[in-house]
Each structure stands twice: as structure tokens, then as C-alpha cells.
């Protein structure tokens, strides 16, 4: 049979058809590409219905469970002669007669009726203004558009850098002239003036420069020692860096990348240096070296690698063992026996990021009392001042002496007087002579056996000093100053983890955690199964250790550099 598939579309001017001729025995009817009769809809099967010619006429059929409606009527197959209507899903289909003249059996004209809701063409048929209908030419409202664009987005932002005070005066207006140019919210920290471009734009046309930064942060530090030359350091912009405009994403740049491009090989900008090359905390960092003293007197100190276990001796000069003061069994004090927390003497410091230093005052008398004499127990030596303590303890002596009624055998016969028995001057003379050695004799025992001797060095008088001396304490505050490390955030972690303390028995040994103790949580940037930590978590970048990252500021503010 031959049939005369005509696709009908209703336009604002008219019905188009697109007709197609096949010659065919069955026709598919369907929304798979192939049939011969497509309906590309959701609602329509693949393959919904045949059409064929039999011996009464023409036939529809329905596939399996399709459903058609033929003649307003559900049916699963029916007989079709011309004017017959055919509903299949959206689609109404339509049998006509085939004009006059032409070898056609049947022409079924197909039309989408029920078209799903589609917003933008319901829109589309809705709105049909066009510049035309309001009386208006094309080229004369371009070139109206064109200059209004101009004047407000060009012509005025440009005029406000030149002539004082207009900018200014705009900001009055709903949109400031020179805002009409603002590239993206600015960064949090810089919100507060970020209405006043020209607080970082000086110059139209003109890069941001280094000057606007530094008219604020005058003092930023260098990130690596002047000597050391990096083009990228001393050459590059602030804003080479430091992007502003997309809120906090870009103001601080703290992929690790960053860091790493220059880290894994530093030799490349200095070859004799000794920092080690760096490119991801878990799988490309250096065992941490601890800033440890190594003389006071001289203010000598040396980083030392942790696993460098035969150099890692702290001289601090001040002995204590951890281990004596942590025992399980306790420790006897003033009160009978205790157990000692480590918060008992390293208190975190007002805002926990750091700990207090250590006082003798307040951590050790309680226990280690600088008593002296055992005729005078309240009586106290002062600590920290060995001239003092000298002075306290020959005060003492003699005001024993003057006093009288001292009960040694070896004491002269003045001293061992009864109390309130005038002195003659020799006996006075005499008594003090006694006190002298007396004072003497127990500042050995005092400073150069006992007391003070149990927690510092001390150097008895000589010939080149005649005096008593202490060998000055310096207690490490901060062991690793190239990074940052707060205990206040890892305060659910024992701090036995990190410091096997209980198991130190000197002061000279360093209880630093090894970084493989900080890889049991973080990882590098990218690590899934720990805490990814990119370098700027545990590191500054501009460091405070060095000076002002552009010295000659002012020499470039002048010039306008
Ligand atoms: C805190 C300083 C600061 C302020 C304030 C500021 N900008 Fe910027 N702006 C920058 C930096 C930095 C760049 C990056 C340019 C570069 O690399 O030299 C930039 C770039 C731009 C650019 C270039 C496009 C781009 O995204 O790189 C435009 C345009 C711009 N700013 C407009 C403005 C306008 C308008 C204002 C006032 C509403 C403003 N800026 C205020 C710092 C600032
Ligand atoms: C009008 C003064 C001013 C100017 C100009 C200025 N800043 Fe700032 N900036 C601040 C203040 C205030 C802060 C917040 C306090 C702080 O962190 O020092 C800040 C913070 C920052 C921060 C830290 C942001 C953060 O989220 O931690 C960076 C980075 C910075 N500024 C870089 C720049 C750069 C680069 C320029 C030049 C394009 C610049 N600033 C211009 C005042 C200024
Ligand atoms: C442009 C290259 C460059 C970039 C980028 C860079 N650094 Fe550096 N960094 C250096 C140089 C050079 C030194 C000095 C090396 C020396 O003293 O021999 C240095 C020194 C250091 C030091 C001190 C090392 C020591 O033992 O004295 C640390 C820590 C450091 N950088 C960390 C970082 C971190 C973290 C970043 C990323 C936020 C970073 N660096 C980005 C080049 C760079
Ligand atoms: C009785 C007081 C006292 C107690 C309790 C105490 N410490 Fe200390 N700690 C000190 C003194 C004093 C120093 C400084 C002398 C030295 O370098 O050993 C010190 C130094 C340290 C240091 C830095 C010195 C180094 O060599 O690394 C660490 C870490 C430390 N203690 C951890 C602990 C921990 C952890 C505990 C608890 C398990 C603890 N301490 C308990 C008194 C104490
Ligand atoms: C709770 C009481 C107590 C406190 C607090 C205490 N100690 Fe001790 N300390 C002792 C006792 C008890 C001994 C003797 C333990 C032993 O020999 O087993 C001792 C022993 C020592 C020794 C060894 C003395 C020697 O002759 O070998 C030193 C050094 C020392 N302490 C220093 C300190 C310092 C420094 C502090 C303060 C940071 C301190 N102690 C705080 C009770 C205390
Ligand atoms: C229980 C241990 C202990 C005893 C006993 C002790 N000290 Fe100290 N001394 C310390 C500690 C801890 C420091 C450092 C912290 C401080 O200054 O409080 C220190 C600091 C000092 C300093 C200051 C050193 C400096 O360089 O800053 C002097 C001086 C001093 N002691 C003298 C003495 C004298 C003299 C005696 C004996 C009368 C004595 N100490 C007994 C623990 C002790
Ligand atoms: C996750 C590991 C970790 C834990 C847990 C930890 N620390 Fe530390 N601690 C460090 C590191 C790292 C440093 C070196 C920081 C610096 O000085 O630069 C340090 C430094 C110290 C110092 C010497 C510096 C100073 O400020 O006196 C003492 C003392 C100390 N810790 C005591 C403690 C005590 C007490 C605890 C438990 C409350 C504790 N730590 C828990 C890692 C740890
Ligand atoms: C989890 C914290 C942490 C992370 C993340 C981290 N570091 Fe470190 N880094 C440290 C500590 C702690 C030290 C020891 C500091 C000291 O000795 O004063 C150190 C030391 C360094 C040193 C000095 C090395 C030397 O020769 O002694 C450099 C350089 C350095 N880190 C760069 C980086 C770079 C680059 C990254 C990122 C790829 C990074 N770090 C990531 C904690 C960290
Ligand atoms: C038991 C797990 C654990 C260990 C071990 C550990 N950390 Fe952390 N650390 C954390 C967690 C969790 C955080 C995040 C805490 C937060 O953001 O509140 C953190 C945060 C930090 C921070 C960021 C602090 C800040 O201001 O946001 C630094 C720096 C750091 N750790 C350094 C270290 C170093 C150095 C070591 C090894 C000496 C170490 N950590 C060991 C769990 C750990
Ligand atoms: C080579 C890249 C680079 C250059 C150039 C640079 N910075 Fe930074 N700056 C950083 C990085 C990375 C950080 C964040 C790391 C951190 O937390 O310290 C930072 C942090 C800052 C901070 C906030 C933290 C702080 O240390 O106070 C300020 C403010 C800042 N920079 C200002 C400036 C100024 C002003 C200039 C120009 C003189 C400048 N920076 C040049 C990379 C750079």
C-alpha cells in the first residue's frame, strides 16, 4: 500500500505540513526511531500500534498493552475509514482521503495536540513585542544603548579617578560610579574600607601595587633570609599572591602546591642550603630538628634532628628528673605523698597556646623548701639571687652569735654565753670571727652540697671569683620556632603520647615528639584515611624570625614604584 504520512504543525500564520510518502504493507506506529509513523513523546510506547491493509480496508492495531482510542472510544484494534480519528498518547491521528489524481491509497495526517506544558515556548507564544511594535529603529536604539553603557560604566568610573571628589560624592547614589567596575565581593579582613577602590587601585590602569598594601601592612616579614635570593620573593607583587575580589577564597593562598614547588628542591635558589627539601607532610618531610641549648653562658643553640639521638642533649643547666616526680608510687611533699599531674607545673597560658614557664616559687618550694637551719624552720632562704641568699644566711649566723647561748662544742666561749650576758668589744670581735666561718662552712653544705645544688650547677668562690655562683638557667619555651604548634587543640590527646616524660630521667634529655607521631592523625593535603594538613596549617609564611619582606618601602612609596 502506499501511504502519505502528513506531519502537521500549527504556527501563528497558518498550519505547515511536512508530508512523507512509504510504501509499505505494515506500518509501525511508535517512539522508537525506526518506526515508519514516529511520535517522539514520553507517553507513547516504543512500538504502540500497527497499521496495515487487509481485505475490508485499512486495520489499527495496538502492541501488547498499548492503548488507542479510536473514535473517542478506548479499543486494542479497529477498522479505519476516511475522517476515522486516531488518539495515540498526544498525537492525533487522521485518516483523509488522498486528493485526485495522485497513486496514494490513504494519507494520515499526524498532529501533536497535546504537547507537554513547556515553559519557555508558552512564554515565547506569550511575548511578541518587538522593537518594531513600539515605533522604534533597531540602529537608533543600539546607538542610545550604546552611549548610556559608555557614560555610566566607562565615561564616569574613568572621570572619578581624575576629578576629586566625584567618586565620593557617588557614593551617595544606589550605585557608586567607580563600583560599576567591582570584580566580586571583597575578602572579610578588607571589607571594612573595600568601598574605597582607590585605597588599593592608586592608579587607573595601573596593577595593584605593593605601595597600597604596605601603606597598611607596613611590617610584613620575609620568608626567607635576604641573602638568599628568590626572584619570586623579592620581584612578585603582594597581589601576585594575595588575590582579592572572591571573598576568602583566594586571599591567602594555602595549597600546599604553592609551597611544594619551591620546597622539593631548594637548592635551586641556594646551594649551600641546609633546610631539607620538602614536598608533602606524610610522604616528603624532614624528621623535625628541635632548637635545643647547647650553652647558655654563650647563647648557643643548635637545631638538632631528632633522630640524631647521640647530639640531642639540652643543656639547660638546670637538672630535674621527670621520672623521680612522675613515679607511680608518688612523691613526698610537705603533706605526705602525692602524684603529680604535669598540669601541676606546666599550666597553659592564658590563651592555650603555649604554657607558662616553670617557677621555682610556685612549682618546686612547696616540696623543695629553702629552709636552712633547723634552729629557725620558718626561716627561708630568698630564691633566684645568690648575692641575697649569701647575705641572708651571714645575717643570720651573726645575729646567732651576737645573740648567744649557741650549744657547739667547737664554738667559742662568747657565743655559748647566756642570752642577755653583756659582750666586750674583743668577745664581739670574736663571736663575729665565728659567725664568719660559720656562714662559710654552711654555704658549702647550703649552695655547694645540698640545697641549692640539687637542681643547679653551682661554682663554689675562687681565686679568680671570689664569690658564690649559679650557672644561669635557661628553660627552652619554644622548641620548634619554624612552626606552629597549639596545645589547647590537641588536648583530647595524652600528653605522654607526644612526651614520654615518666621515662626521663634528666633534664638533658629532649622530649619532642618525633613527626611520626603527628602522622598518626595528619596527613598531607590530599591524604583521605587522616587529616589532611596542608603546609600553612602548621606553617607561617611570612616569618617573624626575619625582617620587613620589602626593607626600601619608603624609598618605593616616594618614587611610585
Ligand atoms: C583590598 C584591596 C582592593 C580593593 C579595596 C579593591 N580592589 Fe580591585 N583588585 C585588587 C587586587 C589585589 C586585584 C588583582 C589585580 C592584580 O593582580 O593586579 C584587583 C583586581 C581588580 C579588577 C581586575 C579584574 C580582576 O578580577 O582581576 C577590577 C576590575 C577591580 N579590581 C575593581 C575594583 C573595584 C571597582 C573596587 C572598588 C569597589 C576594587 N577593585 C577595590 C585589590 C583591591
Ligand atoms: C586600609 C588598610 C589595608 C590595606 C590598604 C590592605 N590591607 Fe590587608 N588587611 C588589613 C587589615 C586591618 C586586615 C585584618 C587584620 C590582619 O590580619 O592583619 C588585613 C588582612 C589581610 C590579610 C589576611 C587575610 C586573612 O584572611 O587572614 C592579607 C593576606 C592581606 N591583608 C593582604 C593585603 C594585600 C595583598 C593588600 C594590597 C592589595 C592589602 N592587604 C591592603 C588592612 C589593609
Ligand atoms: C618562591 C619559593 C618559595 C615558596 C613559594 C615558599 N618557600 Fe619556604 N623557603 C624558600 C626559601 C628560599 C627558604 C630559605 C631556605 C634557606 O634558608 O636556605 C625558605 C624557608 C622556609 C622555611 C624555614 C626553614 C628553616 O629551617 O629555616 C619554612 C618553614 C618554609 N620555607 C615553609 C614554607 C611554606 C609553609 C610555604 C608555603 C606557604 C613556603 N615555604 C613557600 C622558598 C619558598
Ligand atoms: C614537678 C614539676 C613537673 C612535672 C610534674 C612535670 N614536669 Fe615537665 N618539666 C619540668 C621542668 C622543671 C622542666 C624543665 C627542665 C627540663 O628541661 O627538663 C620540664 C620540661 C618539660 C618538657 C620540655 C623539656 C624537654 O626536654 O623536652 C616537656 C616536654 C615536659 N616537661 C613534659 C612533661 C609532661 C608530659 C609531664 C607529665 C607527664 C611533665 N612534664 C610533668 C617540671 C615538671
Ligand atoms: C610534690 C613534691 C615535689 C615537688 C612539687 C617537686 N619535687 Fe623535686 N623532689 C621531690 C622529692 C620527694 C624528691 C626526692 C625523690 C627521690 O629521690 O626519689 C625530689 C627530687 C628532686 C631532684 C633530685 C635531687 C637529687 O638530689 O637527686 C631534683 C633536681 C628536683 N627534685 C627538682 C625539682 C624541681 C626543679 C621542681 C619544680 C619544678 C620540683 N623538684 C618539684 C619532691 C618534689
Ligand atoms: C627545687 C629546685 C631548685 C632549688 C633547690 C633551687 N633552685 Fe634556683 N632555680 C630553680 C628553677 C626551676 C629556676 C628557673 C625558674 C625560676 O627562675 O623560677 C631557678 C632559677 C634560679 C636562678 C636564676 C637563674 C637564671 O639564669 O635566671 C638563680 C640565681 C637561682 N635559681 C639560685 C638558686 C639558689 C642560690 C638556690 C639555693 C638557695 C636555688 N636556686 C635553689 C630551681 C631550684
Ligand atoms: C600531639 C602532641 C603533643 C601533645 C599531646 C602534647 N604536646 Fe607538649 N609539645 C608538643 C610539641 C610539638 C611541642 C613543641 C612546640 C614548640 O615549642 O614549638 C611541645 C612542647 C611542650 C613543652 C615545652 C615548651 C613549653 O611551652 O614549655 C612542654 C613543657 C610540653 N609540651 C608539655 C606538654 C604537656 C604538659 C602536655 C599535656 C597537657 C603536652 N605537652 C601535650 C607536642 C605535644
Ligand atoms: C602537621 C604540621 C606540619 C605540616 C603539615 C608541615 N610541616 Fe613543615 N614542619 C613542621 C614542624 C613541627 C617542623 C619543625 C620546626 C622546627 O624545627 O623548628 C617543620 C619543619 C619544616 C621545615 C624545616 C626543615 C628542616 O630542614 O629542618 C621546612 C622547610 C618545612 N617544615 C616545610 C614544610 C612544607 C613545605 C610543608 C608542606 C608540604 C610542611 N612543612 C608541612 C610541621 C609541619
Ligand atoms: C591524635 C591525633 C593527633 C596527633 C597525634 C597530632 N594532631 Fe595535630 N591536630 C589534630 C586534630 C584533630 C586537629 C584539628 C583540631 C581542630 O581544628 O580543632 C589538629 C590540629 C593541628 C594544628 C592546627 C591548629 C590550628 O590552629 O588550627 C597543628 C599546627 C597541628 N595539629 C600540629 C600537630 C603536630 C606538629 C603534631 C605532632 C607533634 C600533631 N599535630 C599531632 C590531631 C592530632
Ligand atoms: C610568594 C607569595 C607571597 C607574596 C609575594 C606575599 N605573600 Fe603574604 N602570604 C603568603 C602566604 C602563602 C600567606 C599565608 C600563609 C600564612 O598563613 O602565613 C600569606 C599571608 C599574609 C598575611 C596574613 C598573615 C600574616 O602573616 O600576617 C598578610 C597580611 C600578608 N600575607 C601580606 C602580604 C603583603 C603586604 C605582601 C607584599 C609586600 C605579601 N603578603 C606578599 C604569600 C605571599
Redesign the pocket.
Known sequence: MRVRISHLTRKAKGVAHRDEDREEDILRIGRATDSEIYLPDARVNLVHATLSRRPGGFFIEAVGASTIRHNGASRSSAPLKIGDNVMIGPYDLTIVAPAAGEAIDVTIAVELVRAQADDLVALRARSRTSIEETGLRKRSVSWALSIVVFVLFIALPIAGFFIPGLNEWSRKLPVAFDHSWDSGPASDSHKFFAGDCSACHQKAFVQVRDSACLACHAKIEEHAPHDVKVAALSEERCAHCHKEHTHNDAIIVRAQGFCANCHVDLKKFNSKSTVADIGDFFSQHAEFRPTVVKAVETKKFERVSLSDKANLIEQSN????HD??L?ERG????NGV?Q?KCA??HEPDRGGVGLLP???TK??????QLTFDPRAPERKLPHGDVASAVGVIQDFYAGLALRGQIEEESAPASVRRRVGQPLREEEKKEALAWAETKAKQQMEIILGT?LC???HIVEPPSAQNPSWRVKPVKVVNVWMPKAIFVHAKHSTVDCTHCHDAPKSTQ?SDVLMPSINTCRECHGGENQASRLPSPCAMCHVFHRQDLGPMRPDFKKTAATGN
Do not use: N, T, W
Open positions: 638546670l637538672k630535674f628528673p623521680r616526680h613515679s612523691v613526698r611533699g610537705p602525692r603529680l601541676d607545673c616553670i617557677e621555682m612549682h618546686c618550694a612547696d616540696c623543695h645540698s645544688k640539687s637542681c633534664s
